[in-house]
């Protein structure tokens, strides 16, 4: 019976190789080179984003300019999609089978991706925008979808439909943006142009996230309340602008049915008061639903909508140059107040004409500017680039160029926009390619009454007019003024430097003189001036080589403390005396008096019902 | 052996196993409680699921107490008459039971299920002991080892037409109790040698290899062999027996992995012998299972902290695969003494069925460890991805009433008649 008591031992022999090759197998899967923790926290936490909500954006007065609002989106978990009611999404959505299994393998696509990524956020959306009756139908039916789910997002509303293209408007991202940073998820929203775009970085806000626990079906199953993996979002500190609403809404008004642009600026301080183009576009059809098919409309427009002409556009300035040119000429020495200059209704150079309008005798500077004689600007410039101190003409022209970019010209103010253009200013080299090397001053007379290679932006005008205002100096243009709590971080220190032109200020005061007879009689706006506000102004008239002159008008007003400094462009509008100084009159009457109604109420009406073909 | 009433209590109770006993149910219990909770529950409060544990953890002290304290103990006599009862039981569940995953097993009344596969266990070990303990595994040569296997290849056979597969494959366990008495050590080689056979040949099945090669290398080994033993004329009749043998099973297996094995079943295998990788269908499973324990590391998640059992990545996570919420939880560390304290529990019990006076003692002693090691070595092998997935509980330690209940029946009637031993 007992022969066989050895065998014990092979059983607990057994015993312990099992024991350990088991210990063995568990310490490679528990102290092995693979992951796994890292691969159980993969699988269980779901990091849900918060969105924040973006910046609620003022204007000067306070007045509130776009909000955010809530957008919802229709999102899944790929694998937990198991069976699908397609009919059902299709008729909530009113799209086809097709595009659901689009939009599914899309989706996945995108959930695969994040999910390699090492993202713990495994949901992808699936069909964003949702519109009110879509949101309606799915909340109630959300059930019978498993695997998908609606998320909330933050969209943007309009208060005011006047200042398109200096808010910008919102896009979706189709992939991580890494343009800017990492920040996005395809399908958020971010800021393409404008501010919106401008200030990106600090309105769309800080994203929380939210982690919660989920198991294999996907399904929360709660918190997870360490606070590393939680944190909630912040919304876009409140922004405010330089803009003020009732006069951009008044401008738009007097622009209607012209294409052209009012910039305006507060002098002291380079804040930019009005920016309008028209056309433009309601920015409310830019948002939800609708943003991509009106994107794509306003696109396809021939009247170019979305063409930001304010800072893109660019216009030879016409006889407002004259104010520049003359401010050059005094402080180069050839030009004082009571040079005189004859004209027989233009200015004859060998086989060159620059034509003249009819006015009578020889004028003083001051009669200069207010009579806008072409032959007197054609003297001046003579004067300033075949000035003898410089020996030739190349090295006076050069003079000449410092002086204008020392005015903001031929380079970007630095406005806080993207694609600001920088305008042209010839400079000596272009010149020589253009018109060979052996050009004389006759070669390039156009310049002195701002034709030719010289082109400004509506921006840049009007920032001319604010340095005439300041007598000599303006800080960059800036759409805006204040970030809440950002007050520390400098974002808005190149708006704090002062920036001087190369012109003694002394020099401004009998061009400005000049300036402040242009809407009297015997002016070239003669008529359309504001009684009891002293504006000082300049008449444009551009000639257009596609077609009508341009009508463009710079002002300033007070004479004495300006508050206002102002360019309007109206494109084909002929005489600048016609279309755009009524504009920039009524403008500056509404700023300067914004409670009363115009003294001028036949110009408003004429111009407010005006249509330019 | 005579009829014998137990009526003296000499000696106590072993308390080393008692104490290994009491430690596997407690830390069943808290896993059980940790793979069912919710998230963020508080440290001393219990799952629904654990509560309905600690009534089985009750009910399986009464029936402790019972044994202890029951006087007579006649257990040897009705041995075959609980047999008796065990098979009819597992026959009657063919008709009467419901089905619970594909396997009609369960007895249920309303919520609460009865598993008549767990109990077959110990009364095939009592039936076992009996009929060795009156002959002896040699007495009248092959009828005898015929019987024997006839006693545990009945229930096991019926078990597998519930469709318990891992239930049915415990009771293979009683090779290893029958090994013990005297069973020809060359019966359990050629258990191996088969297993090996059935191994190459799946292997060539999956890889899409030729039979023709596995019958080559059979014919060839054999012939060198016969070569070799030349002389003796006895060893050449063996070998060439053995080797008609293993071809006609070499055979048999291939047949029956490719026409009788359902798909999922052979994915279960190829997966285990390294011949398929997948991480979505049922390699998912397994997979899950390796990252719940990996996630252990050394120390451990922390208790209710394991996400991977807590959040149903693992399946059956308080049942079949609660090995891996203490890998999990309690890291490697906590596996280690997981794993002393069963291993320590085997050996005890081994130590104890030793010192039996009785065959009866000794056999019944040998079985519960059997029984209890085979299902161990299921249970964990298939956690850790070294056995297919099949399902058995881990003893004291799964969620359940019937494994509990049949368990602690088969330790404590073990301990009882070790008790009483003269």
């Known amino acids: 019976m007992e022969t066989r008591k050895n065998r014990q031992f092979v059983y607990i022999a057994l015993f312990i190789l099992i024991f350990l090759v088991y210990t063995l197998r568990i310490a490679h899967i528990q102290l092995g080179p693979v992951p796994y923790k890292k691969m159980a926290i993969h699988n269980a936490l779901n990091k849900i984003t918060l969105y924040p909500s973006r910046s609620n954006i003022f204007d000067r007065k306070g007045k509130l300019m776009v909000y955010s609002t809530q957008m919802y989106d229709l999102s899944i978990f790929p694998h937990q999609i198991t069976s699908l009611d397609t009919g059902l999404l299709c008729s909530i959505l009113e799209i086809n089978f097709q595009q659901v299994r689009f939009l599914l393998d899309d989706a996945t696509i995108r959930s695969n991706k994040r999910q390699k990524n090492n993202s713990y956020n495994k949901s992808a959306i699936f069909y964003s925008n949702l519109s009110n009756g879509q949101f309606a139908l799915l909340r109630e039916n959300i059930y019978r979808l498993k695997g998908f789910f609606i998320e909330s997002r933050t969209d943007r509303q309009f208060s005011t439909i006047s200042a398109s293209h200096a808010l910008g408007y919102l896009g979706e991202t189709k992939e991580p943006n890494a343009e800017i940073d990492n920040y996005y998820q395809a399908g958020d929203l971010l800021g393409i142009t404008g501010i919106e775009r401008f200030y990106e970085k600090q309105i769309r806000g800080i994203k929380g996230v939210k982690t919660v626990w989920q198991d294999r079906t996907y399904a929360e199953r709660g918190a997870v309340h360490d606070t590393q993996f939680n944190y909630p979002s912040v919304a876009g500190p409140d922004v405010t602008t330089s803009l003020d609403i009732d006069l951009q809404e008044y401008g738009r008004l007097l622009l209607n049915g012209k294409r052209g642009s009012i910039v305006a600026i507060e002098p002291k301080t380079g804040e930019v008061l009005v920016f309008i183009n028209n056309p433009d576009y309601d920015q409310n059809t830019m948002i939800g639903k609708e943003r991509s098919t009106t994107f794509k409309a306003l696109l396809l427009d021939p009247q170019k909508p979305l063409y930001n002409r304010a800072v893109k556009g660019t216009y030879p300035p016409g006889s407002t140059f004259k104010t520049v040119m003359a401010l050059i000429g005094i402080q180069e020495g050839v030009l004082n107040a009571t040079t005189t200059h004859g004209c027989g209704g233009g200015y004859r150079l060998g086989s060159i004409t620059v034509g003249c309008h009819a006015h009578g005798g020889p004028l003083d500077l001051r009669g200069s500017i207010r009579i806008s004689c072409n032959s007197y600007y054609c003297q001046v410039f003579r004067d300033i680039v075949d000035n003898p101190k410089y020996g030739d003409i190349k090295l006076g022209y050069a003079a000449l160029e410092k002086h204008l970019r020392s005015f903001g010209l031929g380079r970007q103010l630095g406005i806080d926009l993207l694609g600001e253009s920088k305008g042209n200013i010839p400079s000596v080299g272009q010149l020589n390619r253009r018109h060979g090397e052996r050009w004389k001053s006759s070669t390039i007379i156009s310049l002195s009454i701002g034709q030719g290679e010289i082109l400004l932006t509506p921006l840049q005008i009007c920032n001319v007019a604010a340095i005439l205002a300041n007598r000599g100096w303006y800080y960059s243009p800036h759409l805006v003024k204040k970030i809440e709590g950002y007050s520390d971080t400098g974002w808005d220190r190149k708006y704090k430097i002062k920036q001087f032109t190369t012109i003694n200020p002394l020099h401004f005061v009998t061009v400005i003189d000049g300036m402040s007879d242009v809407t009297k009689p015997g002016g070239t706006a003669n008529g359309t001036g504001i009684a009891d506000i002293e504006i000082c102004a300049k008449t444009g008239t551009a000639q257009n080589p596609h077609g009508r002159d341009h009508s463009i008008f710079l002002a300033f007003a007070p004479k004495d403390n300006p508050k206002i400094a102002i360019a309007v462009v109206v494109e084909n509008g002929g005489f600048g005396a016609t279309w755009a100084a009524p504009i920039a009159n009524l403008m500056i009457e509404k700023y300067i008096r914004p409670s009363l109604i115009t003294s001028k109420p036949d110009m408003e009406e004429r111009i407010k019902t005006s249509v330019i073909k | ?422």
């Open chain 2, 1 to 422: 052996m005579d009829i014998r009433i137990y009526n003296k209590t000499t000696s106590k109770i072993d308390s080393i196993v008692v104490f290994f006993y009491i430690c596997l149910i407690f830390i069943g219990f808290i896993s059980i409680n940790s793979a069912t909770s919710v998230v963020n529950q508080k440290l001393y409060s219990f799952s629904p699921i654990a509560i309905k544990q600690l009534i089985w953890i009750a009910g399986a002290f009464i029936i402790v107490l019972s044994i202890v304290f029951s006087n007579i103990v006649v257990i040897d006599y009705f041995a075959y008459g609980f047999y008796a009862i065990a098979i009819a039981l597992n026959v009657a569940v063919l008709f009467l039971g419901k089905e619970v995953s594909g396997a009609k097993s369960w007895f249920g009344y309303g919520g609460i299920g009865i598993q008549p596969s767990e109990f077959a266990k110990i009364a095939t070990a009592l039936a076992l002991a009996k009929f060795l303990g009156t002959y002896g595994i040699r007495f009248q040569g092959f009828k005898n080892i015929f019987i024997c296997f006839m006693i545990f290849l009945l229930p096991m056979a019926i078990i597998l037409i519930q469709n318990d597969t891992g239930s049915a494959l415990v009771f293979m366990a009683f090779f290893l109790v029958l090994y013990r008495e005297d069973l020809p050590g060359f019966i359990l080689l050629a258990a191996v040698w088969f297993l090996v056979l059935s191994i190459l040949r799946i292997m060539s099945e999956a890889n899409g290899i030729s039979s023709f090669y596995g019958y080559g290398i059979l014919l060839g080994l054999a012939s060198m062999v016969v070569l070799f033993f030349r002389k003796d004329k006895e060893i050449v009749k063996i070998i060439i027996l053995v080797a008609v043998l293993s071809s006609l099973f070499y055979t048999v297996v291939g047949t029956v992995y490719q026409q009788i094995l359902q798909p999922y079943q052979r994915d279960r295998i190829e997966l285990i012998l390294g011949l398929k990788e997948d991480n979505k269908g049922v390699g998912f499973n397994l997979q899950q299972s390796k990252i719940a324990i990996g996630a252990g590391e050394f120390w451990g998640r922390g208790y209710m902290q394991g996400s991977q059992t807590k959040m149903g990545f693992v399946p059956a996570q308080h049942t079949d695969f609660i090995f891996d919420t203490i890998g999990e939880e309690w890291g490697f560390v906590g596996v280690l003494i997981f794993l002393l304290i069963f291993f320590g529990m085997l050996i005890r019990v081994v130590i104890l069925a030793e010192r039996q006076s009785t065959i009866f003692g000794r056999v019944l002693g040998y079985s519960l460890a059997s029984v209890l090691f085979v299902h161990l070595v299921i249970n964990i092998g298939m956690t850790i991805g070294l056995i297919p997935v099949i399902g058995i509980p881990l003893p004291f330690v799964s969620f359940g009433g019937s494994s509990l209940w049949a368990f602690t029946l088969f330790l404590f009637i073990f301990l009882r008649v070790d008790q009483v031993r003269k």
